[in-house]
């Protein structure tokens, strides 16, 4: 049985898609891009920039189940260039660290309307 999760501190949209769903002990995040949590408005910036807003909207949803970034199992990262990889690892490991961090997927592909990360992750919620 799956559960549409709703975050408490970050405005959500409608349509055919979840901003996360939690099931036998994890929860799966919807893709995060750099919005204001509060409004919902695109930012736009550097690969850093956006990559500091997607990881703190990542957190907020994390922080809202219940959990800590700890708790992130693995994260789907995918960039508009590839060429962005290393500054947007400055940002990640400021978020997951280097000891003990999520397993991670990282591709290069077209994001929706020309953002430079979106960043989706598995959390588990129950120890």
Known sequence: MKEKFLPKRMKTFGGPVSPAVITDGYAFISGQ???HPETGDVIRGNIQEETT???NNLKIIVEDLGC???D???CD???SQIKDFDDMNVIYKEFFGVDN???RTCVSVE???GMLIEVSAIVKTEN
Do not use: C, H, R, Y
Request: charged share 5%.
């Open 72 to 74: 992130v199992v693995k």
């Open 111 to 113: 994001i929706w309307g």
């Open 101 to 103: 961090p999520p397993a």
């Open 77 to 79: 990262v995918f960039l």
């Open 68 to 70: 800590s970034l700890n």
């Open 33 to 35: 891009i750099s919005t």
């Open 53 to 55: 807003m997607a990881l």
